[in-house]
């Protein structure tokens, strides 16, 4: 079994910090690209930035320059350094990994169950 779990979330004013990360823990053999997507009310999932095991990055439009994405492969963890943050950031974020868990398996898509962030003065 494999889980994905993700802790930082919160409220935050206008033009503040938060860092969110989350941790693929189970049955882990290999983790290829992971990343953070982003779901507000009334609007369909999108990619806010997602990182590759090499180290590759790509980010949304809207959040390059502001948003950091980082990972620790030691601990299959994913970290999204948020700053100057608007409130559009407002949404609910997901953590996503592309994994497989065993030598000969394939890799599959796994989601994190969702953490609230909202910027709001």
């Known amino acids: 079994q494999v889980q994905l779990v993700e802790s930082g979330g919160g409220l935050v004013q206008p033009g503040g910090s938060l860092r969110l990360s989350c941790a693929a823990s189970?049955?882990?053999?290999?983790?290829?690209?992971m990343g953070w997507y982003r779901q507000a009310p009334g609007k369909e999932r999108e990619l806010v930035a997602v990182i590759g095991s090499n180290g590759g990055t790509t980010y949304a439009d809207s959040v390059k320059g502001r948003f950091t994405i980082s990972r620790d492969g030691t601990k299959n963890m994913v970290l999204l350094e948020m700053n100057r943050m608007v409130a559009e950031d407002t949404a609910v974020y997901y953590c996503?990994?592309?994994?497989?868990?065993?030598?000969?398996?394939?890799?599959?898509?796994?989601w994190g169950q969702g953490t609230q962030v909202t910027v709001s003065s």
């Open positions: 189970g049955t882990v053999f290999r983790v290829n690209d």
């Open positions: 996503n990994a592309d994994l497989r868990k065993s030598r000969y398996g394939r890799f599959e898509d796994y």
